[in-house]
């Protein structure tokens, strides 16, 4: 099981995320519906949409609890940088090595009872359709049992599309959809006792399938209202 956070890190996180979501709104104004749909407590996957670089950033503005994400192993090659991002929660990945692994790394974050960001398209896309979800997302939610929290960011293509080295001012609009609870009936108990039931849970693929289906329906909708409320529009 992973440590919690040190009562310093914990502070550390809340000064750097309040700066960091000063900038971001000073640059890159706009609306945050649906804050009531984030868990208080307990872990919990939060999947943007994923149109910009910017993304990363523009998600810390729905919760103050310290968010989770993977960052590349290299990064602590210098070990001051990476103590310090890893304070900030990120936790590295090895892009060499399998994607169990990396999802490994997730479960273990997720087992300690944090929030964890995850981008279910894999990397930055671009117009109004979300498909062609990774079942990543999916896998970790019905193996750890946790619910998925979609996010739909609206603007941040605009702001910074795929090719551009400067993000420029812009209304940026983030709506949080309803969590989606995973099944627990189609995470098979592998064995192991009181400790063991989740970590050696069997997923089927097509309860993988079926909940990637779910999350994807559920950002395109969130997608959708954030995009509408640009344009003047209202969420619903």
Not at 13 to 27: P, Q, T
Not at 131 to 160: C, F, K, Q
Request: with cysteine.
């Amino acid at each position: 099981m992973p440590r919690p956070p040190t009562p310093g890190e914990v502070r550390l996180y809340r000064a750097c995320r309040g700066v960091a979501v000063g900038l971001s709104r000073l640059f890159f104004p706009g609306r945050v519906v649906g804050l009531e749909n984030i868990p208080d407590t307990g872990p919990f996957i939060l999947a943007p949409v994923h149109r910009s670089y910017l993304d990363w950033l523009l998600v810390a503005r729905v919760t103050r609890r310290r968010l989770r994400y993977m960052a590349k192993a290299e990064i602590w090659k210098s070990k001051l940088v990476g103590r310090i991002i890893e304070a900030l929660g990120a936790f590295p990945v090895n892009r060499s090595g399998a994607d169990r692994e990396a999802l490994e790394r997730c479960r273990e974050v997720l087992a300690g009872g944090e929030p964890l960001v995850m981008f279910p398209e894999g990397t930055r896309r671009s117009g109004p359709v979300v498909e062609d979800l990774r079942e990543g997302v999916a896998y970790l939610a019905l193996r750890s049992r946790v619910p998925v929290v979609p996010v739909g960011i609206g603007g941040s293509e605009r702001a910074m599309p795929r090719g551009s080295t400067f993000p420029k001012p812009s209304r940026i609009s983030l709506v949080v959809g309803s969590p989606l609870e995973a099944p627990t009936d189609e995470a098979e108990d592998g064995g192991g006792g009181d400790g063991g039931s989740r970590s050696r849970a069997r997923v089927s693929r097509r309860a993988m399938r079926e909940l990637s289906d779910r999350i994807g329906a559920a950002i395109q909708q969130a997608y959708d209202e954030a995009e509408r409320m640009q344009s003047g529009g209202s969420a619903h």
